[in-house]
């Protein structure tokens, strides 16, 4: 039960019963040494997920007679033309290199302010470039976005909030809870995070997963190695992008990743755990989903092993009827196991001799092309529709069209210094390309990491069938030229 007095004694901390703390909606608030002073009346716009629990919480509490009788007389004294509807703001949770603008466009043409909360607000250029707002704020605090938001309410009526970032998805879900918004389970999307559970959970829901084993130090991954067979993968048992993965055909190179993602090198922090996986073979494909909706099923390669770079994605993956059936009804499994079915999400499969294999499940929005190949082969633009959902509308996953989209990956082939780049604007006249894009400068030292930080530019092409689309982009990935001078060494 909750302690209602508590609740005017912001001193006070509630300490919620340990063992049903994490799946009890009322543990966001108890948790949290609260500020009633900023408090105001949760909204009562629709609530698509169930439990209202933190959000009747935070309703409860209705500010002093003075400070309403206050806020009153401001509104007695606006001029007559001023409106008296609040501006609707989308609040976005962070940035995102690719997917943040879109957003941002897209709360433009649903007629939403977008206001992006941010611990380092100056890392994302483009929101000074789009003269979009932003807050700087501890983005691992909740408290103190609960109370930001909090504020942005006497000013605009908020809409919804979200983000692109998976890091700090389960941190948007509390605050959709807390603010009475539509959002994704917090509670699935950090079981989901945690690798070596959605392991654990799939495999119980009976979803087809590669053999796997926890490791905490390079013994227990040697072992882990030798109980499954080599080769494996080995990978942090928490991360995005491919970071830290890595193939390993020897107990040597098991130990010397094992090594590396302990010792604290990798993404500068050490890995408390291992996951240690069988290695499977087969093509690689991705299913998003919004909701139970199984969107699109596109295609991957990758560069040369140990590592998995993405070289090129197409959408639709060439796929028979059974396949698409198959791995629709796969990927569905996974998020029923996961107590996922909210918004988007993405699964990564393999198809094997066995069908399809599920090698990671993302509760979120897939990163950037995917989306805007999605967009290009069926006219469904995602990044929209889960704005829709975020502000409480139905989303239209109806297909207006059919082509084949793909994109290239543009990788460099040594580390060292990057002295120009050349051809993207004849690229970019080449019919059918749609966008050629790059993430670095000239001048810019190029390190190589074995993920997706090493994509230095990719290519978009669109076009009625798949070979003609791979030609256009094979036509204008030639035109493209780029220059590295290698570090110096050091000789001596």
């Keep these: 039960m909750v302690d209602w007095k508590a609740i005017h004694e912001p001193d006070m901390i509630l300490m919620p019963d340990p063992t049903t703390a994490k799946m009890d909606p009322f543990f966001l608030a108890s948790t949290l040494r609260i500020d009633c002073d900023i408090l105001e009346p949760a909204t009562g716009e629709p609530h698509n997920r169930g439990p209202r629990g933190v959000a009747k919480w935070a309703g409860a509490y209705r500010q002093p007679t003075g400070t309403r009788d206050a806020q009153q007389a401001r509104r007695s004294t606006q001029h007559q033309g001023e409106p008296s509807t609040p501006r609707k703001a989308l609040i976005l949770i962070e940035g995102s290199r690719d997917l943040g603008p879109l957003y941002i466009q897209a709360a433009h043409r649903l007629g939403l302010h977008p206001i992006t909360l941010s611990t380092d607000p100056a890392q994302h250029g483009y929101l000074a470039a789009q003269s979009s707002e932003a807050i700087r704020v501890d983005t691992d605090n909740l408290e103190a976005l609960i109370q930001v938001v909090s504020r942005l309410r006497r000013t605009y009526g908020i809409a919804g909030i979200t983000c692109a970032k998976e890091s700090v998805y389960a941190t948007v879900g509390k605050l959709c809870l807390y603010f009475d918004l539509p959002g994704p389970n917090p509670a699935a999307i950090e079981q989901c995070c945690r690798k070596f559970t959605q392991r654990r959970v799939l495999k119980a829901g009976g979803v087809p997963v590669p053999a796997y084993r926890l490791a905490a130090n390079v013994e227990e991954a040697e072992s882990a190695a030798a109980e499954i067979g080599l080769p494996v993968i080995l990978k942090p048992s928490v991360g995005i992008g491919s970071s830290g993965v890595r193939l390993c055909r020897s107990r040597d190179e098991v130990a010397d990743q094992a090594s590396y ?60 009827d059974n396949q698409l059936a198959q791995i629709a009804d796969v990927s569905l499994r996974c998020l029923r196991s996961l107590g996922l079915g909210w918004g988007p999400a993405n699964v990564e499969l393999r198809w094997t001799r066995r069908g399809p294999v599920v090698i990671e499940v993302n509760p979120r929005l897939a990163g950037t092309p995917d989306p805007q190949l999605i967009q290009l082969a069926y006219g469904v633009d995602l990044i929209t529709e889960h704005v829709k959902l975020v502000i409480g509308r139905e989303c239209d996953l109806h297909r207006r069209h059919s082509q084949t989209a793909a994109a290239r990956f543009l990788v460099p082939d040594c580390d060292g210094t990057l002295d120009w780049i050349d051809g993207d604007t004849q690229a970019t006249a080449v019919p059918g390309v749609v966008e050629v894009k790059w993430y670095v400068e000239p001048k810019t030292p190029i390190v190589r990491k074995g993920d997706y930080r090493e994509i230095i530019g990719l290519v978009i092409a669109a076009s009625p069938s798949l070979a003609q689309t791979k030609a256009v982009l094979q036509r204008a990935v030639e035109l493209i030229s780029w220059s590295i001078t290698p570090f110096a060494t050091d000789d001596g």
């Design 261 to 320: 993602l302990l010792s604290g090198k990798h993404m500068g922090q050490a890995s408390r755990q291992i996951l240690v996986e069988e290695f499977v073979h087969g093509p690689y494909f991705t299913a998003d989903i919004m909701g139970d909706e199984v969107v699109a099923v596109g295609s991957g390669d990758f560069g040369p092993p140990p590592h998995f770079v993405y070289r090129e994605y197409t959408y639709p993956a060439s796929l028979t």
